[in-house]
């Protein structure tokens, strides 16, 4: 097929430009030095561009590995080598599913390029997103156990009653990856920076969301404006950007955190082509304490494409029908009893 | 089993586990699980939107009359970047679809797989390749 053909020779090119090794935070590569972005004509270091944020490394450490934070370079070759194995498979050979099932009622996705291994994936030696010797998200204190117990509760019997009940992923609100912190999900991991006088917009193509940050030195809203994803104000520590995201909406939890939700994020250029992301989560009525991870951002090729969620989502529609049948063929059942 | 397989299959292990929810809703919420199928047919449309495109096609009956179905597939923006478009899958292609129904019994589906008559996958991307990001992984810096 001519564009498979085409396909595999552009990952072709793109793996001999991309399959480089970058250099050490902050330093570039031949002199050791601290890397110097280029600046915006306002005097910003220039972090404009595309980026994706694709990466497998977990978010918590794998059972198993203790404290071992890094992997050695041997190690990191052999996950890349089986990463690449299994992508050389398709989703029926690689992951086979138990027809009949509910896991089995799904596309192939590596058949239709949605496999986060067809798209340029960074890696590094970290063993988990989260930093540190435990690696793991801190215990969640027992009042947050309950407050997301009595969510699921309330819910619980009435998913299908109206669109109101569905996720805010399947309603085209809010998707898992343009949430904060920043994390990527299994396609579409493509961003774009764009900077002016005061402002930092960054745009993620899935959802096609753009969140404005003014680093002017404004303050956050009032507590009781709340946003999907926070409020985010931004400010410049050396060649650093620095976010910090409150007035979080609980309604858009992550990982079950409640409404005192608290990101702080920081982009740090390490050379023209990467950049270190890292977050510290903080929720007092959540975890008992705040918890750091860190991932790298790599340039990719523009542009980024339209995501007009809502225009083509028929799925909440036929899910909601589906429900509505179903519900049908039950009060007809129970009659004719 | 040696240390470092030990280290490789449990980080795999943690992978494939996230591989359900990868899409934007749960597949098994708008299709049905008891309601495989397999169809054969020609293409009338591509409708190349998000969340997920949707293939129209017209299917055969034994009797000789026709059904059109909708077949939900990939997001158009991932295949596009691997190459594919519109013209990629012209009205009038035959092809197989194995998947699932809709739960409300339309003439719906989800395209679990796709495939040529002669049994070439549909769609099926390269591997783009990666960059090694020493920076956040290096313990001696």
Not at chain 1, 152 to 180: K, T, W, Y
């Amino acid at each position: 097929m001519r564009h498979f053909a085409f396909a595999a020779a552009v990952a072709v090119i793109c793996a001999l430009v991309w399959l480089t090794s970058v250099p050490a935070a902050g330093q570039s590569a031949q002199s050791g030095k601290a890397y110097t972005p280029a600046h915006t004509p306002d005097g910003q270091p220039d972090l404009q561009g595309f980026w994706t944020n694709n990466t497998i490394t977990p978010m918590e450490r794998p059972k198993g590995l203790g404290a071992k934070e890094f992997y050695t370079e041997e190690e990191l070759n052999d996950l890349i080598k089986h990463e690449k194995n299994r992508v050389a498979l398709n989703e029926e050979e690689g992951r086979p599913t138990e027809p009949g099932t509910d896991a089995d009622v799904h596309y192939d996705f590596s058949q239709f390029g949605l496999d986060r291994g067809q798209t340029k994936e960074v890696w590094n030696r970290r063993t988990s997103l989260i930093i540190g010797s435990e690696g793991t998200i801190p215990t969640m204190l027992p009042e947050a156990r309950k407050r997301n117990a009595a969510i699921a509760a309330m819910n619980r019997g009435h998913e299908f009653d109206g669109p109101e009940n569905r996720p805010l992923s399947a309603r085209c609100i809010v998707l898992g990856q343009e949430s904060i912190p920043m994390l990527p999900g299994g396609y579409n991991n493509n961003l774009e920076i764009v900077q002016s006088k005061g402002y930092v917009a960054i745009m993620h193509e899935m959802n096609h969301s753009v969140r404005i940050i003014p680093t002017d030195g404004s303050p956050h809203p009032p507590a009781a404006i709340r946003e999907w994803r926070g409020d985010s104000r931004g400010h410049w520590e050396g060649n650093s950007l620095v976010i910090d995201v409150a007035n979080f909406d609980p309604r858009n939890p992550f990982r079950g955190s409640g409404a005192k939700l608290h990101v702080v994020e920081r982009f740090t250029p390490v050379d023209k082509d990467t950049m270190l992301y890292r977050f510290t989560v903080e929720d007092p009525e959540t975890w008992d304490k705040p918890w750091t991870g860190e991932l790298a951002w790599s340039r990719v090729e523009g542009p980024i494409y339209e995501f007009a969620c809502n225009e083509g989502n028929y799925g909440l529609r036929n899910t909601l029908h589906g429900a509505r049948v179903a519900e049908e063929a039950a009060a007809k059942k129970a009659a004719n009893k | 089993m040696s240390k470092r397989s030990f280290l490789l299959i449990t980080a795999v292990g943690i992978l494939l586990a996230a591989v359900p929810v990868w899409a934007h809703h749960a597949f098994s919420a708008e299709f049905d699980s008891s309601k495989p199928l397999k169809l054969r047919g020609t293409v009338t449309q591509w409708e190349l939107v998000n969340p997920h495109s949707w293939i129209h096609m017209d299917v055969k009956n034994a009797d000789g009359t026709v059904t059109s179905w909708m077949i939900e597939v990939g997001s158009p923006n991932s295949l596009f970047r691997l190459g594919f478009t519109k013209s990629s899958l012209p009205p009038g292609t035959e092809i197989l679809v194995d998947g699932y129904q809709a739960k409300d019994g339309a003439n719906l589906a989800v395209g679990k797989n796709l495939t040529f008559p002669d049994g070439r996958r549909l769609f099926l991307g390269g591997s783009a390749g990666d960059v090694k990001d020493g920076s956040a992984g290096d313990p001696k810096k």
